[in-house]
């Protein structure tokens, strides 16, 4: 099936001659390496693109190739041609940011999407969806070898970033056989990991970590719920000097908690909203389900949602999701 589907796509590119691409807003380094393999695959196959995110890019992530090409200006909607959209890693339009500029458009363009989300709600005309992949990055890897497409070194750097960040440098659960086995490939075709890991790894300075110090300072446990938390401010940011993006790798950081059983983060944001960010490493866990109730969405073991209001109203909708939903994972459909 995947093989079909990888060719229908790259058969309706061949068909135009410029694609938009959309990575979710506030991407991260599957979603950014996304589009920017596609990118370099659009090139060498002699069609261009534009890139578009609902949101700035992080300067942590900049150095991931054509990352400094995608805009964030919203202008591009009335200006470009949109015969063929395609959006990754994003379990929906309103997550990618782009809900409602599609809407607007006078007509109805041509939809592909890549994701490896189980909450994706195959929005696209054509969706090359893999639940089982570790990231975005993988399926696209997946893409290009089905097509006989040569990876070339700037790709091979962006499916590679992708693959790292959304294993946690292969030490989470989306570690597998098949994504070490795609990395190792990915290296022998030029994949710069040493790049990779020391912009992504490598890259807290004292006030980042006097941060982190105090939010894991935060840390407490809802005993009915089994939920370790702790949670960030704007204040936090402007006494230690530095800006949200640094506070990226925190949730991953509380996997390392052997209490509870789901670790939560939240992030107060200077629109008046809350930024939920949820990890466990137990089998019998989906925090997608409780971020999906909360509009978001993710995987069974990594998700996130926003929330208005502040973070005492956050946490109060979610132990009521939570109580209401629970944290276990869904019964498995059998035909």
């Not at 015969?83 to 997550?95: A, H, K, N, Q, T």
């Not at 994701?115 to 990055?137: I, M």
């Not at 590679?160 to 795609?182: E, P, R």
Request: hydrophobic share 40%; net charge negative.
């Amino acid at each position: 099936m995947s093989v079909q589907i990888a060719k229908q796509i790259y058969n309706k590119i061949m068909e135009v001659n410029h694609v938009f691409l959309i990575p979710h807003q506030h991407p991260d380094g599957d979603a950014l390496g996304a589009v920017g393999s596609f990118m370099q695959f659009l090139k060498n196959s002699g069609k261009s693109s534009t890139a578009f995110c609902a949101t700035e890019v992080s300067p942590r992530l900049r150095f991931i190739p054509h990352a400094e090409e995608i805009t964030n200006d919203p202008s591009v909607w009335t200006k470009s041609e949109f015969d063929l959209i395609v959006v990754f890693d994003s379990g929906d339009l309103r997550y990618a940011g782009v809900a409602d500029y599609i809407a607007a458009l006078p007509k109805k363009p041509f939809i592909i999407c890549f994701d490896h989300h189980a909450t994706n709600e195959q929005y696209g005309d054509l969706n090359f969806v893999v639940v089982t992949a570790s990231s975005t990055t993988e399926i696209l890897y997946r893409f290009y070898t089905h097509n006989n497409v040569t990876i070339d070194k700037h790709m091979a750097t962006c499916l590679l970033t992708g693959l790292i960040t959304d294993t946690d440098n292969f030490t989470n659960a989306g570690t597998t056989a098949a994504s070490l086995a795609i990395a190792g490939d990915l290296v022998k075709r030029g994949g710069d990991i040493n790049l990779i890991k020391g912009a992504i790894f490598k890259d807290k300075t004292v006030n980042t970590l006097k941060l982190w110090g105090t939010i894991l300072s935060r840390l407490a446990k809802h005993e009915e719920h089994n939920v370790v938390y702790t949670y960030l401010k704007q204040h936090d940011l402007t006494v230690h000097n530095v800006s949200e993006q640094e506070v990226e790798g925190v949730a991953n950081f509380m996997n390392n908690l052997q209490e509870g059983r789901a670790a939560l983060i939240l992030k107060e944001l200077p629109d008046g909203k809350v930024k939920g960010s949820f990890r466990t490493t137990r089998n019998d866990t989906d925090v997608a389900k409780i971020a999906k109730k909360l509009g978001g969405g993710g995987h069974k073991k990594a998700a996130g949602f926003t929330i208005d209001g502040t973070i005492e109203n956050a946490l109060e909708k979610i132990w009521e999701a939570i109580r209401i939903h629970g944290l276990e994972l869904e019964p498995v459909e059998t035909a």
